[in-house]
């Protein structure tokens, strides 16, 4: 198996796949309700981590939350392996969202509802 020494960097996430997306907010007691959206990711080795960031700025519905997704490579040698890794956002929910909708740059690759759970 190859491997590849890697320096820490943002990678583009440009043609990555994904896959199971889904949203919810916890609204079972007690409060506050928190609010949360998961997905995985195939990346190109085990050391790059996704990671979901809210997009600057926001669409002008604001219960439409737009998150951003990137892919962080840590350092170290990795085997080159495609492998799907998990990526979740979490907030203490104060914001009515009712969908969802990931970016890769300009690209949408996932559009959810926001499900809720009491």
Known sequence: MEEEKTES???P????ESKD???WVNKM???PDDFHVVGEVLVPNPGVEPILIPKQPQGINP???L???FLHQKPGIWPRVMVWKPVRYDKMHNVPYTQVTVFCGDEVIADMTVEIVH
């Open 29 to 31: 007691p007690p409060p």
């Open 63 to 65: 219960q439409i939350l």
């Open 67 to 69: 998150l951003d997704l």
């Open 9 to 11: 960097l943002v990678i």
């Open 13 to 16: 996430c440009n043609g990555a």
């Open 21 to 23: 997306w889904y949203a």
